[in-house]
Structure formats: C-alpha cells, structure tokens
C-alpha cells in the first residue's frame, strides 16, 4: 500500500526527524490560509505539491514554489481537479485532490535515503547518495559508483557504524554526517515497525547551517502486514486506486486493468499470467490479469464476470481453469449458473483442464448458452483472438449502418 | 532417486485439523505419502483420521514419531512462528504453504532457518511432489508421473499446466518443487539447480519463473558455468505492465528491474531453451531430451 508525501511525512515527523512546516488542502483557500500561517512565523517562500501516488511529480509541473500566500493558492488552485501528467502516470494522468503546502527550505545540498527489500540477499538494504532530488534509478543505471548501501541482517537492523559509514561515504562531516547517520538509523527502525516494503527520503536536504530536513518522502507498506497495523490502514486512499482493482479486492479477487480487448479469466497468478502472454503471443492483448483463485467458486467467477464486463474495451472473455484440486465439471456449472446472474455479450472462450476436464466440456457444449470449447491453451488463445476481432468488425458494421 | 522428498520421508502436518490442513493431508495420505503426525496446539492427544497421531508442539510430535519433513497450513499471522518451531525441533525440511505472510517475518524466518540447518521451501508454494512416491504439497496427484525431468516453479497452476504438458508428452518427473511466489522464500532456483545435479533420475529441467527479483537471473550465472543438464525455461508475466503486483506478491516490475524481458535475455544467453508461450514447454522438453 502506497502513502501519501504528507502521510509519510507526518510518519518520519512522529520519529523526531524534521519535515518543513506546512499543511494539506483541498481548495485555494485552504492552501492560501496554511501559506498564510507559515509567512506569519516568517516564511516568505512556499511549496505546493500535488499528493498523488506517482513518481516524477516535478517533471509533470505538480510541484511548485510561490512568492506568496495569495500566489500558494493560486497555484493550488490551478492543480486541484485537473490531471496530473507524470512520466509514471500514463497519458490520461491522476486527478489531483489535495496539494501539500510548505514553507520553502533553503537547499545547500540535496543527498538520496531509501530502504527496500533486498529479495536476492534476503535482507532489507539501505542506499544512498551524495545525488539527492533526481531518481534513484538513473543515477544506478549512469552512475552505480555514487550508490552506497549497507544491509539490516535480521535481530540487528542497521548498526550506528553502518549509518556513520554510509554517511562518510556521502562525504558528509561533522555535525551533518551525525545528523545524517540518525536519519539512516531512525529510517531503518521505521520501515522494521511499520512493515515497510520501501522507503525513501529524497532529497534528505542539508542547509547551509548543517539541518538536516526530509523534503521529500514516499512510504510503500506490506500489504501482507496490514493486519496488525490498522492505524495504517486507515491511511489508504481508494481515489488513487483504479476503481475496478478495489472492487475486485473486496471480492478477494487479484485483478489489474490493462488496456487489451480480451478478458481473461484464470485460476492462479502464474497461469493468468502465462495465459496473457500466450494471447499476445496469439497476436491479440489482454484487457486484464484476474486470479479467480485456487478453487474458482461460483461466487467469485460470478463477480469476476461483473468486473471483466465493466471494461469497456472488452470483446471476448477468455476463461483457463487447470482443474487440480477443483473439478472441472463443478467449474463449468459455476460458469453456466454465473451467467444466469451477470449478461455477457461477447464471445466466451473456455478452456478447461485437468480433473474431469472432458466432463466439464460435455456440461458447456450441451449447455443453451453459446460457449466457444476449447481443449489446449494454444486453441484457446487463438479462439479468444478470432472471436474478438469477429466482435470487433460486428461492431464497426453496425456503427457504419447507423451512421448511413 | 529424487530430490527431497521420497519414500523414506516421515511427514508431520503443522495446521493438520484446519480445514486447508485436514483435507491436503487426506489428499496426501491417499497419494501414499507416510504422514506420521500432525501439530495443533490444545489437540494434543487426539487422532486424525483414527491413524495419525496429533500433538501440541512440533518437539513432542518428532520424540514420538521420528518425522523428519513438515508440512505447514498455519495462517499467516502464526505461519512464520510455526516455521520457527519446525526448525528448532530439527526438521530437515519445511515446506510452507501459507500465502500471505509478512516479508519482514520471512526475513527473520529464513535467517533461523539456516543457523539451525533446516531447509524451507515456501512460503505461498504449492509443495514439493516425487512422483509415485511421496507427495506433501497441494498439487494434483494425478498429473503427474515418475520420470526424469526435474521441474522448478514460482507458481502454482502454471506448474500443474508444465506437468501436464510433460506427462502428456510421455515423459515423466523426477521430482517437482514449488519455491513460492513471495519476494522473500527459503529455497531459491539456484539452490534446486544445485540439487538436480546430484540426482541420478534427473535428465534435464523446467524452471518457471515470472516477472519480479532476480531469481532467474542469478539462476541463468549459475548455468552459464557449465552446467550439466539442459533447461527449458518459461518466464511468466510478459505482458504484465510495471509498478503493478500480479497476483503474487513477488511478481512486480518495480524501478524498471525485474522484467520478463531482462530474464529471458538472461536465461538464453547462458544456454537455457527458453519457450515465448506456456503452451510450448511440453514440446520443448521432448524435443530437448530427444
């Protein structure tokens, strides 16, 4: 689960580390009103940032700075309810519903924090840079020298000498480095006690006087941990979420809205995704990946139907069920009796296999609604194309015929 | 022969009267696999199916019975703990199923796992099978049939979708391990690489693996330093787009890394026949084998 700047700010700030003053708004005014506050304790430059959960917000013009409290809200104004466009949003962008405003913070160097998960080591990594404010994986891909990490092994997280080294590394000294090191250190503990998947202060800004401020910060948690936090869970924000991807969530069903034509429909992350390769290598796209699950219930298929038929650019719906310890003919009832319930109008597909395969396709074929039966997955991926460019050419005929 | 599991293995269920634990150990049992105990703390004392002992904790079960492997069906907030006590009691093996499970406790686990010599495979896996032997996993039975391929899988129907594929063919396995789909796991391709060289009934080897990590990639080094089976390998999630989970929790595109792409490239230059489409690993494997 993604946090907000603010959210994670207000995180790091619980931790005795040090964010620039400001507040969240909603509307201009508000903005205006928390600029306003932070010139009557003597700011004279302000930030307005755009909360939303993609990356690269400044090269999308979601970060601003204003000379006054009257130009804050201005500048909030114009961003509040418009898309943002980043380089990580794709080309239709993120509504933006609240912007950070802060008091400005004079910069004399910018450096790079970050926490993750090191899958291959098995341990969380700290890394750092001396190249703060730019992204971290440019500066890995041009760069790698300018990278520093340093592991937390499990029951001792990162040790003071770690954080001290990792800081000369950067070529900090004195009163920066130390203040430096504790962030690295309390960063670390803040990623062990929240469940944290990734963290990252970027930049960790330095002032001329050796403060050491987060400017910016993104927390992403494990959503595997959320059970036993939450207070976090309360931090979630479905606007930023895609809004079928909630609706299957709750039907505790794993789907992600691609920008394909062919519905898929699949027992098993691996396989769902083996099957929306195996529909582009057919030559067609997936609309989606859906894991209906291990046991592919009626309930479930039934609100995966609901969800595929939302889409819609959807022109066939491809069902691949490897029957294991599920029967094929109890999942072929449940496709028929699912329909009874959800109107599906394009073509579907059905691929069935393993545990009574050849039962479950002798349900579907005898069944009064129109199945396209299919026996390998190869046969199925290149029905589920046929069909759908077959839907397709139906309905630029009948967009045609209209329109004569 | 075959790779760590097989006749000899006494098998302990941890989680064996729940209702995920109480119908995979009948589905085990019938496939002929010797379970003899099963763990739920406060049923201690009672008898699954008549014929299995139940224990209260791991250390009693393995003084009264001489269990060597563990099957774990514990729910995720006590899974990592139930791995823990597995490993104490000096299981060689533990194969967790359980999907869900905290990263940061798989951390801790794994690290526990190696000071005391256990091996874990898992978690979020669908077990460990050798054919016509032993099964302790979820997987169909059927599907499967004793022969000489090696298979490798982060995945859990994709796998069963290979097998079929393999057995269908005419060709059998050897034995079939799923090492989990979470970002962090106990036993990794590598490490069953690494096994399957010293298994005589081992021929060749089908690893799946899928978008996320660089599992794959540390596998294809690992092949690239003469390796002395032939692989075929499949990578699932082409087409899955970046920044996005894909069922699994290990299977995500993140900063740009992690990418079928990347992984395939990988695998292909260190010699591995690797299929663009799951419906290919049947044939590929024949034709590889001769």
Redesign the interface.
């Given at each position: 689960m993604k946090l907000h700047e603010f959210q994670s700010k207000a995180l790091l700030r619980a931790r005795g580390l040090t964010v620039p003053e400001g507040g969240v708004a909603a509307t201009g005014d508000e903005a205006r009103a928390v600029a306003e506050r932070l010139a009557a304790a003597g700011s004279t430059k302000f930030a307005v940032k755009a909360q939303v959960h993609a990356g690269g917000r400044g090269k999308g013009g979601g970060i601003k700075l204003a000379d006054s409290p009257d130009e804050a809200g201005r500048l909030a104004d114009a961003m509040l309810g418009q898309p943002l466009v980043t380089p990580?949003t794709g080309p239709e962008g993120v509504i933006v519903r609240k912007v950070l405003v802060e008091a400005g913070v004079a910069i004399a160097r910018e450096l790079y924090v970050g926490l993750t998960?090191d899958?291959?080591s098995?341990?969380?990594v700290v890394i750092a840079s001396a190249e703060g404010g730019v992204e971290?994986?440019e500066v890995a891909a041009e760069r790698p020298e300018a990278i520093h990490s340093e592991p937390c092994?499990?029951?001792w997280g990162l040790r003071p000498f770690q954080a001290q080294r990792l800081a000369f590394a950067l070529g900090l000294e004195g009163k920066a480095s130390r203040r430096v090191a504790h962030v690295m250190g309390q960063l670390a503990e803040i990623f062990?006690a929240l469940?944290g998947?990734?963290a990252e202060i970027n930049p960790l800004v330095i002032t001329d006087d050796d403060e050491v401020i987060v400017l910016d910060a993104k927390i992403v948690l494990?959503?595997?941990?959320l059970?036993?936090h939450p207070d976090l869970e309360a931090l979630r924000d479905p606007s930023e979420e895609q809004p079928l991807e909630v609706e299957a969530a709750e039907h505790s069903l794993?789907y992600?809205a691609?920008d394909g034509t062919i519905g898929c429909m699949?027992?098993?992350?691996?396989?769902?995704?083996?099957?929306?390769?195996?529909?582009?290598?057919a030559g067609g796209f997936?609309a989606n990946?859906l894991?209906v699950g291990?046991g592919a219930s009626v309930e479930r298929v039934a609100a995966a139907f609901r969800i595929l038929m939302k889409a819609p650019s959807v022109e066939a719906v491809l069902i691949n069920i490897?029957?294991?310890?599920v029967r094929c003919d109890r999942v072929a009832k449940g496709v028929i009796e699912a329909l009874e319930t959800v109107r599906v109008d394009v073509p579907i597909i059905v691929r069935l296999?393993?545990?009574n395969a050849v039962e479950g396709r002798a349900i579907l074929e005898a069944s009064e609604i129109e199945f396209i039966v299919a026996e390998?997955?190869?046969e199925a991926?290149s029905k589920a194309v046929a069909a759908a460019s077959k839907t397709r050419a139906i309905a630029a005929e009948a967009g045609s015929g209209a329109g004569s | 022969m075959s790779i760590l599991v097989d006749a000899d293995t006494r098998l302990l269920v941890q989680g064996i009267t729940g209702t995920e634990g109480t119908?995979h150990t009948r589905?085990c049992r019938e496939y002929g696999t010797n379970v003899v105990a099963g763990v739920t703390p406060g049923k201690g004392g009672q008898q699954f199916d008549d014929e299995v002992p139940v224990f209260n904790t791991v250390g009693e079960a393995v003084e009264a019975t001489g269990a060597d492997v563990s099957l774990i069906f514990v729910p995720?907030?006590f899974a990592a703990d139930a791995v823990m006590e597995a490993a104490e009691a000096g299981m060689r093996l533990a194969i967790c199923i359980t999907e869900?499970?905290?990263?940061?406790?798989?951390?801790?686990v794994?690290?526990?796992c190696n000071a005391r010599g256990t091996r874990l495979v898992g978690p979020n896996c669908p077990g460990v099978i050798s054919p016509g032997s032993c099964k302790v996993g979820?997987?169909?039975g059927?599907?499967h049939r004793e022969g000489n391929v090696g298979v490798i899988?982060?995945?859990?129907?994709?796998?069963?979708?290979a097998v079929?594929q393999i057995t269908r063919a005419g060709l059998g396995q050897s034995t079939c391990i799923g090492i989990g789909?979470d970002?962090?796991i106990g036993t990794t391709f590598s490490d069953c690489l690494g096994m399957f060289t010293e298994d005589e009934q081992t021929r060749a080897v089908v690893m799946?693996g899928?978008?996320?990590?660089?599992?794959e990639e540390?596998a294809a080094a690992l092949i690239a330093d003469d390796y002395p089976l032939p692989v075929v390998s499949?990578i699932?999630?082409?087409?899955?787009?970046p920044?996005?989970?894909?069922?699994?929790?290990?299977?995500i595109i993140?900063?740009?890394?992690g990418t079928?792409a990347e992984k395939m490239a990988a695998l292909r230059e260190a010699g591995v026949h690797v299929v663009?489409?799951?419906?290919e690993i049947g044939a590929k494997i024949v034709e590889v084998l001769g």
């Open positions: 990580q998960l899958r291959a098995r341990q969380p971290i994986e092994a499990p029951g062990g469940d998947s990734m494990d959503d595997n941990a059970y036993r794993s992600v691609l699949v027992n098993g992350a691996g396989l769902a995704m083996g099957t929306m390769d195996q529909i582009s290598n997936p990946f894991d291990g490897f029957g294991g310890i296999q393993g545990t390998t997955l190869d991926a | 119908f589905q995720p907030p869900g499970i905290p990263a940061l406790d798989m951390v801790d794994v690290g526990y979820i997987m169909p059927f599907v899988s982060r995945s859990g129907t994709l796998t069963y979708e079929d789909g970002p962090v799946i899928e978008i996320g990590g660089s599992a540390e499949f699932a999630g082409q087409t899955a787009p920044g996005k989970r894909m069922g699994h929790a290990g299977a993140a900063g740009g890394k079928a663009g489409s799951p419906s």
